[in-house]
Each structure stands twice: as C-alpha cells, then as structure tokens.
C-alpha cells in the first residue's frame, strides 16, 4: 500500500466520523447562529430606526404646531401619532397613565420626567417653525414663500470611511480563533485518543506513524475547513442580500483571507497540537501539555482584537510577521484595508515557512512519542526526541 | 533445559536472537524461536516475562535492539508486516467508531480494497456472532463483544499470520469455544501460523501443536507439546498401588514429585521401582507419568529461576 493511500483511509475516517457526530453538527450551528446574530444585530444598530412618539395638543394653536412636528418626523427619524385634549386635566392624566409621551399647551410642554430628546427637539423646532410662519404670514408673504423660508433644504451627510469594516474584522478575528483552537484541541485529543485506547498499536501495525498524523491533520483541517466556509457564507448570504448591513468593498477579499489563514494557522498550530497530545498517554493530561499553545492563541487572539482598533499601528505591523499571531490579525486588517500587499505577501510566505518546519518537527516528534506510554514529557525532552 | 530448535525445515516467522531493553531493565534477553505454517504456537511465560514486548518487536511497532525477525527466510519488512493479523493485550479500538466502520476501515488499512474489506467485515462480524452489532458504537458494547470485535480486526484482511496477545482473557466459555474454532480453522485450514499468549495452560495444551516459554526475556523451554511432555515424562514413573498402602521407596535415585509419582535419575532403574512397589501391595497402575502442560510450566519456570540464582 502507498503512503497516499494509507493517508487517504486515515483523513477520510476523520472527516467521516467526525462530520457525522453531534458534537460538529451542534458547534456548527452554534456558529452559525452568533455569526447570524452578530450581522442581525449590527444591521439593527447601522440601520435608521425609527422612534414613534404619541404627541398630544391642548387647544388650537397647540395642533397647529403637532402638525408641523408630523410634517418634519422623517428629518428626526420619528414617526408622530396625534392626540388631541380639551382641558389641561385630560391632558395630564394621559401624560401621567402614558397614554401620550407628551402634550403641547400653548405655552409649553407637558412630559414625564426624562423625556426624549429627539421629541423635546422636534416639538421645538415645530414650535419656531409656527411662529416664524405666523410671523411671516403677518407680513403678507405666501404659504410657498414661507416653506421655503422656514424649510430650507436639508444639508447633505458625506461619511468618510466605512464604520462596519471594524465589525467584519472583529467577526474574522473571532472565527479564526475559534476555528483553530477547536481543531487544534481536535489534533491533540484524537492523538491521545488513539493512545489511550491503544488503537495506535493495531494501525500502526499497518502504516507508518507519520501517514497517520498527516492524515489525521488533512482529515481534521478539511472538516474545519468546511464548517469554516459553511459559517463564512451563511453570514455573507445574511448579510449581502438583504443589505441588512453596509459591508464594506474589502469583506470578499477578507473571506477569502481568513479561508487562507485558516490553512496556514491550522498548520502551524495542528501540528504543535498533535505533538502535546503525543507526549502524554491519558485524555486528563491533554489539557496541561496544550495549555502554552492555548496560551499563545488567546494571547494571539487579544493582540487581534487590539490590533483591529488601529490597524496600522506598530503593534498590528509586527504581529503580522510572527506566524503563531498573524491568522488572527492578516484578516483582521485586511478587512479595514489596512494591510500592504508586500506586507500580505511575506506574512504568508513567513507562515509557509514555520508550517513546514513544524510538520517537520512533529512528524519527528510523533514519531517516537506516539507509542510510548507513561508519564508526560517535559518540553526539554520532545526537543531532545526531535534533534535525534 | 536446553534451548531446541524446531525441526521445521521451512519455519514461517522466524525470531533471531532479540534482544530489547527499557533503559536497565532487560525485557528479551536473545530471546529466538520459530513457527511453523499452520502450527498453533502457545507463546507462554509468567507476567512480565517478555512475552508482549516480543510480539511488539513481531509486528514492528518496537524495534529490537539486537536480533532479527524473519519471515519465510527473509527479513520481515512493512510489506510482510501488513500481512500479519494483530491483537493488543490492551485491546485497540475505537471507542466511539461503529463496529462494521471500524473493521472495513482496519480491512483497508491492511491493502484490501472496498468492496473486499466490506465482504469481509460482514463474513467475519457474522462468525463472530456479532453480526447483529455492526451498527453499534464499540463502546456500547459488552466487553465480551468489544473483544470478538477486536479478533475480528485481527482477521478482517486475511492475514498470512496471526499474533494474538491473550486473546482468550475475559471471554466467557461459549466465547472461548467460538474463538479456539476460529483459530484452529486458520491454521489448519488456511495454514496461517497462530501465535498466541495465554495464562491458561489448559487450553494452551489442548489448542497448541508447539509452545514457547519465557521467562525473564529468555526462552526456557520450546517445541512441540507432546515431545516437551514425553521428553520430560523418561525420568518420571507412576506407580498406583491397590488399597490406600503409605509407601515410599527406598532405592537410590528416586524421589517423590508428586502423589504416586516418583522422580528417577539417570542411574535409577525403573523396573527396580516396580519390584519394590510389589513387595508394598498389588501394583493396579505402573507406567511413564506425562506431566500436563502446567506441571511442565511449572518445573522449567522454577528451574530457571534456580538457574538464575545459583
């Protein structure tokens, strides 16, 4: 039998056990919805929502300016609903049994304590807006010359730069880590998994040890792989269709940065994770011998979260170059077009290079480890595995 | 006793001289003998005496540090290897795996392709009598069942040999049956050498054309069981005498072993034994006593370690 098939019937086992089992359905749906809710949620904060307010107007004058509070609600993203009262009695009890959010009198306004702002604005500007066009109305002008005295047309807003792009660097940084982290652990418990139930010794008995690792990281990244993609595209289909969220031109290209960055991350730390879980012999020790790695994608991960805030700062630039940190923050800062190509091109380049060496290193390492039973090695002794 | 090659003329696998330690320890100390095609090989030994650590060495997942394993002549290597039927002493599987998965997939493992490793997940889950537990998680199963699902790994890609680790521990009686039919079938009907270890002398004796024993890495005793059995029974006598006649000889060289069976030296003359008897009762038995394959295992366990001591 050639290696490639030996490496063939592992990863296929591992993609078809594992797809199959609740615990990826269950993660991926889990996924799926926060990044779901995550898109839902800031298409609800980006979009222009609409306050409705009840106004109530004691008395003619009063009515006149709800009127005109009604016919400017769009410039204040309000939407108005008229009431109107006959004795200042009614008026406030509807105010006190929050019937009416508040009612105009002729010389005032009645609210609840802490009225809204948007409403006290709106009421006033309609309130200057009828007297200016009282006061214009005396001095014989036309209804058309007053609205376009007292109406002007509204300034124009031009917002420079894009305000989701940090949103979508967030949510690339956040799936690149769960992804990793979570395959990763898978690596490491499916090696000790095979320890401990010593099922090593029959299949090894029947290919060689380092056919089994690679087929087991090959069959784990591209189940990862998958539920990545399958996330990535559920947010993207939420997310483009509906215009729920104004994404920004670079979110298509950062989809496709953090499929790559899956790849190379995987690599560099599914490697590092199988050998934590070759080293030790029991499920309960997986947790220790995988905790520096842990430590570094958390480290890496808030380095990404800090890096997205100034995506050009010094910070962001060098981590760019470490490969254990730059999968979190290569998207991350891709997505804000904060990120060079010459810079892309030598992170990459960077991360190839320590992908192979840790292939390398834990093909060594699994090698001479993944049969051996007892106690955990220290770090001083894989590295003395690895240099024989 | 001394070391004895098999007289085999075309031993299937072949152990030269191995030799492996763990750090100080000494686990096989030149440890060499042979198998035969179709011979069932009891691989026998107290704990500890080496015995998992050879089939390890067998099967390539530890390398000896001397000493060679041959197979049909020539140096055992991967392709030979993927050849050989395993099982762990520790059994190996897949805890969370369906059992026909799990078996097509050591099927394929091993060079059979699909729809070959399919047929013969289903012939053997079927002689197995687990059939009805393909579609079972092993861990669901019974620990009985977890281990004919094991065997069934072992067999699943029609090996050219098996090596068993105490393939017989933790089965019922029905199990052990089914299993001792099984082995037999491959090696006299296939001609598949069987080696196996055991603690259950027994059914070692009952099941083994030749046996191996071990202790303290060193081979102390090999061959076929009957000629190991007669080989020892030249020096031993039963003599039965009618009625219940407290006796104990008085010739020279003779020692009592064991109820009515006497030890006799070189020099001691077994007839001389008899006349004596007759003048104690009437003699009902007198003949060569065969010991069981316990006895046998017994004495050569404890004359090594007299060995080792003196």
């Given amino acids: ?388 | 006793m001394a070391f004895e090659r098999l007289g085999h003329a075309q031993a299937m696998l072949t152990l030269d001289a191995i030799s492996k330690s763990y750090g100080e320890t000494r686990a096989l100390d030149s440890l060499s003998f042979e198998v035969a095609p179709g011979q069932m090989f009891g691989f026998v030994g107290p704990n500890g005496a080496g015995k998992t650590t050879a089939m390890r060495i067998v099967i390539g997942v530890l390398a000896p540090d001397s000493g060679a394993v041959a197979w049909n002549g020539a140096p055992m290597d991967a392709e030979n290897r993927r050849q050989i039927g395993y099982m762990p002493e520790e059994r190996g599987l897949y805890p969370k795996m369906r059992v026909a998965h799990q078996l097509v997939y050591h099927a394929e493992l091993h060079g059979l392709p699909r729809d070959r490793a399919v047929e013969q997940a289903d012939i053997w889950t079927e002689r197995l009598g687990i059939a009805e537990r393909r579609e079972d998680k092993v861990e669901d199963l019974s620990l009985g069942n977890q281990q004919r699902v094991q065997l069934a790994a072992a067999l699943v890609h029609e090996p050219k040999l098996l090596i068993l680790d105490e393939p017989f521990s933790g089965l019922d009686p029905t199990g052990v049956d089914v299993l001792s039919e099984v082995l037999i079938a491959e090696a006299h009907d296939r001609e598949v050498p069987v080696v196996f270890s055991s603690h259950q002398l027994d059914l070692v004796e009952r099941l083994c054309d030749a046996i191996a024993i071990v202790k303290d890495g060193s081979l102390v005793a090999s061959g076929e069981v009957e000629q190991l059995r007669s080989e020892r029974s030249g020096r031993r006598w039963r003599v039965e005498l009618d009625g219940e006649s407290a006796w104990t000889p008085s010739l020279q060289g003779v020692r009592p072993v064991a109820d009515s069976v006497y030890e006799l030296d070189e020099g001691a003359d077994p007839q001389a034994l008899l006349d004596e008897a007759r003048q104690h009762g009437a003699v009902r038995q007198f003949g060569p006593d065969q010991p069981s394959l316990a006895d046998l295992f017994r004495e050569v366990v404890a004359e090594g370690s007299d060995k080792a001591t003196s």
């Fill in chain 1, 1 to 388: 039998m050639t290696g490639r098939r030996a490496i063939f019937l592992t990863a296929r086992r591992e993609l078809r056990e594992r797809a199959t089992s609740r615990a990826f359905i269950a993660s991926t749906i889990v996924q799926v919805v926060i990044v779901l809710a995550i898109v839902i949620v800031s298409s609800l904060a980006g979009s222009d929502d609409t306050e409705s307010f009840k106004l109530g107007a004691l008395g003619e004058r009063p009515a006149a300016v709800a009127d005109a509070a009604e016919a400017q609600q769009e410039d204040f993203s309000s939407e108005i609903e008229i009431t109107s009262f006959e004795t200042e009695g009614e008026a406030r009890a509807a105010v006190e049994n929050d019937e009416v959010d508040a009612v105009i009198t002729a010389d005032g306004l009645i609210t609840r304590a802490g009225p809204s702002e948007t409403l006290v604005t709106l009421v006033q500007q309609a309130s200057r807006s009828v007297a200016g066009a009282e006061a214009l109305g005396s001095q014989g002008l036309t209804d058309a010359e007053i609205r376009a005295a007292i109406e002007p047309k509204p300034l124009e807003v031009d917002e420079i730069g894009e305000e989701s792009s940090a949103g979508v660097a967030f949510v690339s940084s956040l799936l690149l880590y769960i992804a990793i982290i979570a395959s990763g652990y898978a690596v490491a418990t499916g090696v000790v998994e095979e320890k401990s139930s010593r099922v090593v010794e029959v299949i090894l008995s029947a290919i060689k040890p380092v056919h089994l690792l690679a087929g087991k990281v090959i069959g784990i990244g591209l189940m990862s792989l998958g539920q990545l993609l399958v996330i990535v595209i559920a947010g993207l289909a939420a997310a483009i269709p509906t215009g729920a969220v104004d994404l920004p031109d670079s979110t298509l290209p950062t989809a496709a940065l953090i499929a790559l960055y899956f790849i190379l991350g995987y690599l560099v730390y599914a490697c590092a994770f199988a050998v934590s879980g070759a080293i030790v012999s029991r499920q309960e020790d997986v947790q220790s011998s995988s905790a520096p790695l842990t430590l570094v994608l958390v480290a890496a991960y808030l380095v990404a979260i800090s890096a997205a805030e100034s995506p050009e700062g010094s910070v962001a630039v060098v981590a760019t170059f470490i490969p254990p940190l730059a999968p979190m923050i290569v998207p991350a800062r891709a997505a804000q077009d904060a990120l060079p190509l010459g810079e892309l091109v030598i992170s990459v380049a960077l991360m190839i290079l320590a992908a192979a060496a840790l292939l390398w290193l834990a093909a060594r390492v699994y090698d001479r480890t993944v049969l051996r039973l007892g106690a955990p090695l220290k770090l001083r002794q894989v590295l003395g595995i690895a240099r024989r």
